[in-house]
C-alpha cells in the first residue's frame, strides 16, 4: 500500500524526471486552446492561422492536427468553449435568473454578452456556414452546446409555467427564439445591444407569455365549471 507521503513523493520524483520536457496531453490541448481564443479575440479568424496557433501555444503544427483534424474543427471547439461558460460564469447566470425573477430576463442578458463577444463574432461565420451547410462540425455544434443549452432553458421555464408565473400553452423553445433571434438579428445588422435592450425584449416576450387571470366564458372557466359539476 503506497502512502499519501510516498505517492507524493513519487509524483515529485517524475515531475523531476519530466523536468522540461514535452507538456502533457491535457496541458497540450489546454494550452492550444487558450492561444486559439487569444488570437481570435486579438484579430479575429485572419489572426487564428494554425501556425499562429503552434507558435503562442508552444506547440508544433502536427501535434495540433493529431487533435483536431481542421483548423475549423479548432475554432469551433474554441466556439464551445466561450459559449459554455465556466463553472463560475453558469453560476452567476442561475443567480441572475433569480434576481431578475426569469430565466427569459437572465438568458437576454446572457445573448447580450455572447453576441459582444469577439470571439464569438469572430467565429459566427463559420457555425453559421457550418449549422446551414448540414456538416459533421455543425452536428457537433448542436449537440454539444445548442441542445443542452437549450434544454436546460427549456426545463427552467417549465419550473415558472409549473407555479403559475407563465401560460401553460406557451412553447418555452420560441420563447426563447424569439429573445436570441431579435439580439442576433441586432447585432448583424448593427443596431445597439445593451442590457436596457436586453431588457425590453425579454419584457415584450414576457408580457406575452404571462400568466394572466382567465375572463369569464373563456374556454379555461367553461372547462372548470363543467369539471365541477362532475
Same mark, same amino acid.
Given at each position: 500500500?503506497?502512502?499519501?507521503?510516498?505517492?507524493?513523493?513519487?509524483?515529485?520524483?517524475?515531475?523531476?524526471?519530466?523536468?522540461?520536457?514535452?507538456?502533457?496531453?491535457?496541458?497540450?490541448?489546454?494550452?492550444?486552446?487558450?492561444?486559439? *481564443?487569444? !488570437? /481570435?479575440? &486579438?484579430?479575429?479568424?485572419?489572426? $487564428?492561422?494554425?501556425?499562429? #496557433? @503552434?507558435?503562442?501555444?508552444? =506547440?508544433?503544427?502536427?501535434?495540433?492536427?493529431?487533435?483536431?483534424?481542421?483548423?475549423?474543427?479548432?475554432?469551433?471547439?474554441?466556439?464551445?468553449?466561450?459559449?459554455?461558460?465556466?463553472?463560475?460564469?453558469?453560476?452567476?447566470?442561475?443567480?441572475?435568473?433569480?434576481?431578475?425573477?426569469?430565466?427569459?430576463?437572465?438568458?437576454?442578458?446572457? *445573448?447580450? !454578452? /455572447?453576441? &459582444?463577444?469577439?470571439?464569438?463574432? $469572430?467565429?459566427?461565420?463559420? #457555425? @453559421?456556414?457550418?449549422?446551414? =451547410?448540414?456538416?459533421?462540425?455543425?452536428?457537433?455544434?448542436?449537440?454539444?452546446?445548442?441542445?443542452?443549452?437549450?434544454?436546460?432553458?427549456?426545463?427552467?421555464?417549465?419550473?415558472?409555467?409549473?407555479?403559475?408565473?407563465?401560460?401553460?400553452?406557451?412553447?418555452?423553445?420560441?420563447?426563447?427564439?424569439?429573445?436570441?433571434?431579435?439580439?442576433?438579428?441586432?447585432? /448583424?445588422?448593427?443596431?445597439?445591444?445593451?442590457?436596457?435592450?436586453?431588457?425590453? #425584449? @425579454?419584457?415584450?416576450?414576457?408580457?406575452?407569455?404571462?400568466?394572466?387571470?382567465?375572463?369569464?366564458?373563456?374556454?379555461?372557466?367553461?372547462?372548470?365549471?363543467?369539471?365541477?359539476?362532475?
Amino acid at each position: 500500500m503506497v502512502t499519501e507521503a510516498a505517492s507524493s513523493s513519487a509524483h515529485g520524483s517524475t515531475e523531476k524526471k519530466r523536468g522540461r520536457g514535452r507538456p502533457r496531453p491535457a496541458d497540450t490541448d489546454q494550452a492550444v486552446m487558450q492561444a486559439t *481564443i487569444e !488570437l /481570435l479575440t &486579438e484579430g479575429g479568424l485572419r489572426a $487564428a492561422t494554425v501556425d499562429a #496557433i @503552434a507558435r503562442r501555444s508552444g =506547440s508544433a503544427k502536427t501535434t495540433i492536427y493529431r487533435r483536431w483534424p481542421s483548423r475549423d474543427a479548432l475554432i469551433l471547439d474554441a466556439m464551445r468553449v466561450v459559449v459554455r461558460g465556466t463553472r463560475p460564469q453558469v453560476s452567476a447566470l442561475h443567480e441572475l435568473d433569480r434576481t431578475l425573477g426569469s430565466t427569459v430576463r437572465g438568458s437576454a442578458r446572457n *445573448i447580450r !454578452l /455572447l453576441v &459582444e463577444d469577439r470571439v464569438f463574432r $469572430a467565429a459566427f461565420p463559420m #457555425i @453559421a456556414h457550418e449549422l446551414l =451547410s448540414g456538416t459533421t462540425l455543425g452536428e457537433r455544434f448542436l449537440t454539444d452546446v445548442f441542445r443542452p443549452i437549450r434544454a436546460s432553458l427549456r426545463e427552467t421555464l417549465q419550473d415558472e409555467i409549473a407555479r403559475g408565473e407563465i401560460r401553460s400553452d406557451i412553447d418555452p423553445d420560441l420563447a426563447f427564439d424569439l429573445v436570441n433571434g431579435a439580439m442576433l438579428y441586432r447585432m /448583424l445588422v448593427g443596431e445597439p445591444i445593451d442590457e436596457g435592450v436586453a431588457d425590453a #425584449i @425579454a419584457d415584450l416576450v414576457l408580457t406575452g407569455a404571462a400568466a394572466r387571470p382567465a375572463l369569464p366564458g373563456s374556454p379555461e372557466v367553461t372547462t372548470q365549471r363543467s369539471g365541477s359539476r362532475t
